[in-house]
């Protein structure tokens, strides 16, 4: 796991939310409190977070991007065959990253040793050092309290703020509306 920051993502029939804290550290020192660590892509139809190096990650959104471009926006494609070009190249497994990338129907946890991961209850999944902090409170916030999307995953990461030294209480989220039936 790394110790770099705390990403949730979030998805119910409300919609899709991903957060994440602003707090950049290199060893035992802050570097920033602000860092944006999630983006929209694809013509904001998708939602992506990262940990671990802030220029790795930036590498592999626009690699990403432009599987998605390539996909026709399609998530699901997309993830796979960014996995396979991840794992497969030497230098690009080797970058210090982990990714979550999510629209209204999937959300998916990927890393450069070519794991492709969709939570077992398709709706809640977090990366990161507070990554276990915040999925258990995503998890109890929803089954004891009536949060949209956008609230669950906010309280969660301050809950994880709270509690993981890699964490900030600087927080933002970005959502997606529920797709039409």
């Known amino acids: 796991m790394f110790e770099a920051t705390t990403i949730l993502a979030y998805k119910s029939q409300k919609g899709a939310v991903i957060g994440g804290d602003g707090q950049v550290t290199f060893g035992n020192a802050v570097l920033k409190n602000n860092a944006t660590k999630i983006r929209t892509l694809y013509n904001g139809q998708i ?4 940990a671990g190096s802030t220029a790795d990650a930036f590498n592999l959104f626009d690699m990403f991007e432009e599987q998605l471009s390539q996909r026709k926006g399609d998530l699901v ?7 396979k070009a991840w794992r497969k190249d030497k230098v690009l497994r080797r970058l210090e990253a982990m990714m979550i990338v999510l629209n209204t129907r999937h959300i998916f946890i990927l890393t450069g040793n070519g794991d492709v991961v969709e939570p077992e209850d398709g709706e809640i999944a977090a990366i990161g050092s507070g990554g276990n902090f915040a999925i258990a409170a995503a998890r109890a916030l929803e089954a004891h309290a009536a949060l949209d999307p956008q609230t669950l995953v906010f309280e969660s990461l301050k809950i994880a703020a709270d509690l993981c030294i890699y964490t900030n209480h600087n927080i933002k989220t970005l959502s997606l509306e529920p797709s039409p039936a």
């Open 47 to 50: 939602l992506a977070g990262f």
């Open 77 to 83: 494609k997309a993830v796979i065959d960014f996995s």
